[in-house]
């Protein structure tokens, strides 16, 4: 009796000591993956004033007031305390947000790909190898919602996994509360939510605990997205998108003047997507999207990477059915979307879905060294317990060396002379302009323009002057408006030349140029130099 006891005992201390060991392992890994992601994006990270989406990221992360459709509240509110931090510009600390979450989406990836294949090596090459892809990077150093989004996802998957492997249904809860509150990060996140549905359909079905706690986590986390927009539409800032860009112009979109006057209806417009409504699901955008896909793919993953795409979705299939259901599925409906959506920065919407290629990856390495093991087995019996371990190792760092250093290579110079990183995609916001001359133009024009003026400006401008203006020097007298607001097909802008109308005799008006339907009511323009920039100044005939 006492033999067996002591047996018992000295079996769950190894255990124990495995399991221990286990976790270490597990988070001298982590702790590698995250903290060298985050070199990575902070060394090349971007540390000025950017214009256009970027700009408008920096200037209402600090101010706090809703942005372009969706809105984005959760991210905003993410990234304020981080404006707070004592280090460089309010400009460079939205910036280092995104590099942080850009660590978090890599480090999660680690986490879901261990869960989804139980081969950490497996799961260190996917991480690996999302890090350094490029268009995760592009957004990893400037402000943007791309990095943020793709932490929730992963986050949301972890959970996922996690719930399956431990049966608790908090895993769940917090999953879907994950899941609401992305819809105030990124709305692609919520394409995963059918994928998660059927894979709880396929491993939950007689479970309504776990139903109960994914499906209240969700609302709630719903709620607190909405709650999130109504919050900083209550604060109302100069520098809400609605009022620096819709409501002047609401003709343009078919808007009443009182269509915007509720904060429902102004959440309504935002989260409907109501500014790109007329560029989703269009068939004719799949082939040209297909072929930007296609080609860029190479710069994200190593052709030998990509290889091990298609068996790892085979490996799943075979070994983990309901998991490879989830990834796959998911990533089905991430295509369905981006590849019908007519947009011109598309290649931003790829990047959950370069995730989600990152697990089937994992799941390629998995097979790939399972195999390699199983032969190690049958070649080295004497040595079954080592030759196996080394044999993966040794796959292992030779995927490192070959599939995952030639994407990082390019930009190593970039890392180590600590440089911003240049990415050759159109509208990219990080150029030589923004580097050298944007601050000093937009500070230029700020500091010219007269008290109270109303300054309309082009979109890529627009919120660099705000964030010039009303966060670093205090002149929050100033109004900034977008001149020419995109909607596809437009030409009215007779609530434009109305708000001019009012505004006229008790504010100085520019334009950046004399617009023929201000001539048409009656307006003189009138070149005017606001420290580097000549605009027309708007005066009655």
């Keep these: 009796m006492y033999r067996a006891t002591s047996a018992n005992s000295r079996a769950l201390t190894q255990t124990s000591t495995s399991a221990n060991l286990s976790m270490l392992v597990d988070s001298v890994l982590l702790a590698l993956l995250g903290g060298g992601a985050f070199f ?59 590099a942080l979450m850009g660590a978090v989406a890599v480090t999660l990836t680690y986490v879901a790909g261990r869960l989804l294949t139980d081969r950490r090596l497996a799961a260190l090459i996917s991480a690996a190898a999302l890090a350094v892809s490029t268009t995760l990077w592009s957004q990893a150093v400037i402000a943007e919602v791309y990095s943020a989004g793709a932490a929730f996802l992963a986050a949301v998957l972890v959970l996922v996994l996690s719930w399956r492997s431990s049966g608790r249904s908090a895993y769940l809860f917090c999953a879907g509360l994950l899941g609401g509150l992305s819809l105030g990060v990124h709305m692609t996140v919520v394409l995963a939510a059918p994928a998660i549905v059927i894979y709880l359909l396929l491993t939950a079905r007689r479970n309504p605990r776990a139903w109960i706690a994914a499906t209240s986590g969700a609302l709630l986390g719903a709620i607190l997205f909405v709650a999130a927009f109504l919050y900083l539409d209550w604060r109302a800032p100069a520098a809400d998108f609605i009022a620096a860009a819709i409501q002047p112009s609401r003709s343009v979109w078919g808007l009443a003047e009182t269509d915007l006057d509720s904060p429902l209806e102004r959440f309504w417009f935002s989260v409907s997507g109501r500014q790109f409504q007329d560029r989703m699901f269009q068939p004719e955008a799949v082939g040209k999207n297909l072929w930007e896909y296609a080609s860029n793919l190479g710069r994200e993953f190593h052709p030998l990477a990509l290889l091990l795409v298609l068996p790892g979705l085979a490996w799943l299939a075979t070994h983990r059915k309901a998991e490879g259901a989830l990834v796959g599925i998911a990533l089905l409906a991430q295509w369905i979307y981006t590849f019908s959506y007519n947009i011109w920065d598309i290649h931003v919407f790829f990047i959950p879905g370069y995730l989600l290629l990152a697990l089937l990856l994992a799941a390629g390495v998995a097979a790939g060294t399972t195999a390699v093991e199983s032969g190690m087995h049958r070649l080295l019996r004497r040595w079954s317990m080592i030759a196996p371990a080394a044999a993966a190792v040794l796959v292992a760092g030779i995927l490192l060396v070959t599939a995952v250093w030639p994407v990082l290579a390019p930009r190593w110079d970039d890392v180590s002379a600590g440089r911003v990183s240049q990415f050759d995609f159109d509208g990219y916001p990080v150029d030589h302009f923004s580097m050298t001359g944007l601050t000093l133009q937009t500070s230029s024009i700020v500091d010219a323009a007269p008290q109270n003026a109303v300054i309309f400006s082009r979109w890529n401008e627009l919120y660099p002057l705000y964030y010039i203006a009303h966060v670093e020097k205090g002149r929050a007298d100033l109004t900034f408006i977008e001149e020419k607001p995109y909607r596809e097909g437009a030409v009215s802008e007779n609530s434009t030349v109305q708000f001019v109308l009012a505004h006229i005799d008790n504010h100085p008006i520019y334009f950046t140029e004399c617009l023929p339907e201000l001539s048409d009511a009656g307006l003189t323009c009138r070149g005017e130099r606001l420290g580097m920039v000549l605009y027309q100044r708007i005066t009655r005939g």
């Design 40 to 98: 990575l994006y902070l060394r090349t990270l971007a540390p000025v004033l950017l214009p256009g989406d970027s700009g408008e990221f920096q200037t209402l992360a600090y101010l706090l007031g809703n942005t372009h459709p969706t809105g984005y509240p959760i991210y905003l509110l993410l990234a304020h305390p981080f404006t707070w931090l004592p280090v460089e510009s309010v400009a460079f600390r939205v910036n280092l947000f995104s």
